[in-house]
Structure formats: structure tokens, C-alpha cells
């Protein structure tokens, strides 16, 4: 099993919806929690971070995160065609006790599709 | 300032070739990392650099190895090319949370 996991896709949605991306992580200490954007042929694109339970908003996008449930979610409202692309979701990993810095790991990504 | 900067694009190997893969950063960040990326397997973590003298293994070292010259530089040396190691490969920096990616190294093996 792999340290981060997301939902398998494709996911499509209708322009102007409201897009929901999932992501789970093992490791209880993980502090750290990004999503990023990639479309293809291009190299990944960091669009959001958070750090602490709760949501963050960055214009349409949310990011959630529950720590207690090892979830991280990105939420995309008003989808537009241009947010067509690849989310990656991203988890900084401690591992052992005593590490002092985390390796970050990346899930699988879920194609998105918003189609007008 | 052009962030992480990866040579070359593109490569074509023979099996059992071997190659360097450069990358730099003029972030003056700490952080540096290599990932490969395969259909289906997003982001593959192969090692990462923490600091300057320092390197560990991610999740698939075998058959690389990796140097950290300096600050700005680490590179990603495939000794003897195998097919399975056809790929675009990813270097990337970051202040050791997150990471800023170069443009990649699409590599194939013949």
C-alpha cells in the first residue's frame, strides 16, 4: 500500500460544478499537505498547502484537512474547462521517530475532466 | 531566475548505457529531490537530499545513485540503463515541506 492515496478517477464534471478530489495518507505524523496541478506534458504545479484541520480557500479552491481521519481533500467550485489537468495530492512523510525532516510522497493523481 | 533547471529534455539510451541526469536550483533552497513519473503511478519519490553532503533513499533507489555537489546541484546517475527505467524524471527543490519542479527528463531505454 502505498503512503498516499487518491481516489481513483477519471473524475468528470459540467463546467460550473463543483469538483471534489480525495486523498488519504498512513503516517499519524505527516504535518504537511499540498495538492498539486498537472497538466499533461507539463511538470506538477503547486496550487495549495495546508497544515492545520479545517478548510483553506484560495479563490475556488478549497483544501480540507482531518487529521484525526488521515484525509486531505481539494474542492473546485465553479469548475471551469481550463482546470482540466491531472491533481496531485502530496504528504510529507516523517517516518521514524527522530527524523528531522520529511520526504514527500505523492499519490497516483486523478485526471479531472470539466467539460462545457 | 529560472527556479530548478533539468539537462537534458530528452535522452535516448541503449540498455546497459550509462548517464548523468543535472539538475540545479537558484533558490538557495536545502531541500532537493528526483522523482520519476510513469503512467498510472504518479509521482515516485527515488531519493532526495535534505542539505548539501546529504542524501537518502526514497521509494525506488534501486539502480540509481545520486550526488549533491553543492547546494544549487544534484544529480541522478544511472549506472547501467534498463529498460524499466524508461520514464520522465523530475527534479525538484523546495525549503523542506514543499517542492518546485524543474521541467523534466523524458528518457527512454532501448
Known amino acids: 500500500q502505498k503512503e498516499v492515496e487518491q481516489n481513483s478517477g477519471p473524475l468528470s464534471v459540467p463546467e460550473g460544478a463543483i469538483a471534489s478530489l480525495n486523498c488519504t495518507y498512513s503516517d499519524r505524523g505527516s504535518q504537511s499537505f499540498f495538492w498539486y496541478r498537472q497538466y499533461s506534458g507539463k511538470s506538477p504545479e503547486l496550487i495549495m498547502s495546508?497544515?492545520?484541520?479545517g478548510d483553506k480557500e484560495d479563490g475556488r479552491f478549497t483544501a480540507q484537512l482531518n487529521k484525526a481521519s488521515q484525509y486531505v481533500s481539494l474542492l473546485i467550485r465553479d469548475s471551469q474547462p481550463s482546470d482540466s489537468a491531472t491533481y496531485l495530492c502530496?504528504?510529507?512523510?516523517?517516518?521514524?521517530?527522530?527524523?528531522?525532516?520529511?520526504?514527500?510522497?505523492f499519490g497516483r493523481g486523478t485526471q479531472l475532466t470539466v467539460w462545457p | 531566475n529560472a527556479g530548478v533547471t533539468q539537462t537534458p529534455k530528452f535522452q535516448v539510451l541503449k540498455t546497459g548505457q550509462s548517464m548523468t541526469l543535472q539538475c540545479a536550483q537558484d533558490?538557495?533552497?536545502?531541500?532537493m529531490y528526483w522523482y520519476r513519473q510513469d503512467p498510472g503511478m504518479g509521482l515516485r519519490l527515488i531519493y532526495y537530499?535534505?542539505?548539501?553532503?546529504?542524501?537518502d533513499k526514497g521509494e525506488v533507489p534501486n539502480g540509481y545513485n545520486v550526488s549533491r555537489l553543492n547546494k544549487r546541484e544534484f544529480s541522478l546517475r544511472l549506472e547501467s540503463a534498463a529498460p524499466s527505467q524508461t520514464s520522465v524524471y523530475f527534479c525538484?527543490?523546495?525549503?523542506?515541506?514543499?517542492?518546485?519542479f524543474g521541467q523534466g527528463t523524458r528518457l527512454t531505454v532501448v
Open positions: 533558490m538557495n533552497h536545502n531541500s
Open positions: 502530496a504528504v510529507n512523510i516523517w517516518g521514524k521517530k527522530g527524523s528531522t525532516l520529511g520526504r514527500l510522497y
Open positions: 525538484a527543490e523546495g525549503a523542506g515541506r514543499e517542492a518546485f
Open positions: 537530499s535534505a542539505s548539501e553532503g546529504t542524501t
Open positions: 495546508i497544515y492545520s484541520n
